[in-house]
């Protein structure tokens, strides 16, 4: 972790044998690395249950993926103070790589805002169940805001959450529009609000090309926005703030306008 941060510019991720060869190795040991660390957490869950459980666990896999991949994680703290409760992050989204990467590098313990229908898969709905994330209905709108409100009291009882508010992978890297759910989902939980930027994660992995390399992905850390006192008339400018605080950090040719929102 390091608060000197020099934006870097991401080479092309061209598609080569030799970057399909290191994508089929990369996906092969993501496979086992899931399947290890999803079985390990559903039995400590039972022996320990709790917040911590989860995120220790959801930190082995993403540093044990990206370990067998060859590619090194930086992150850059830029907060000028630590917030003691529970918060939302949001995040801009790459790749695939997004999930495994911001839960080897946060320093704090969160889950994962998912929508409904997972709730049910087999292993992964487990895993979430017993995790600190919620699950938000998206198919109806009358249900869609119920949902919201059980995660928002979910968030107040204690526990952070992360969105990725562009609803979408890029896979370009550039940074798409945003989506007003999960910034109607941080009002209605009143905790802070904490950008967070994936900076090139699309320099080194393309999951829908099947290209990858080894390399360096960069996490940034932004200062948070307090929510008090604000509204739904302020989503708008919410997200403009947040868009802001990501773009800022990415390379400038991967940067949009920040009054791209929806």
Known sequence: MTDTFEIPSPKPLEKTLWTRLHFLWSAFWALV???VCTTGYLVAQVVRPGTETFSWWAGAWGRGMFFFAGIRLKLVDRRTETLSGACVLVANHQNGLDIPLVAAVLPMAFGFVAKAELEHAPLLGAALRHSPSVFVDKGDPRRSL?????AGEQIRSGSSVLIFPEGQRSYSGHLGAFMRGGFLLALESGVPLV???IVDAAAVFDESRWVSRPGVVHCVISDSIPLEGLNRRDIPDLMRRAHTAI?????????NPPDQVQ
């Open 146 to 150: 119920a949902s919201i409100k059980r």
């Open 195 to 197: 950008p967070v930027t």
């Open 33 to 35: 690395v899931t399947t």
């Open 247 to 255: 773009a800022e950090e990415l390379p400038e040719a991967w940067r």
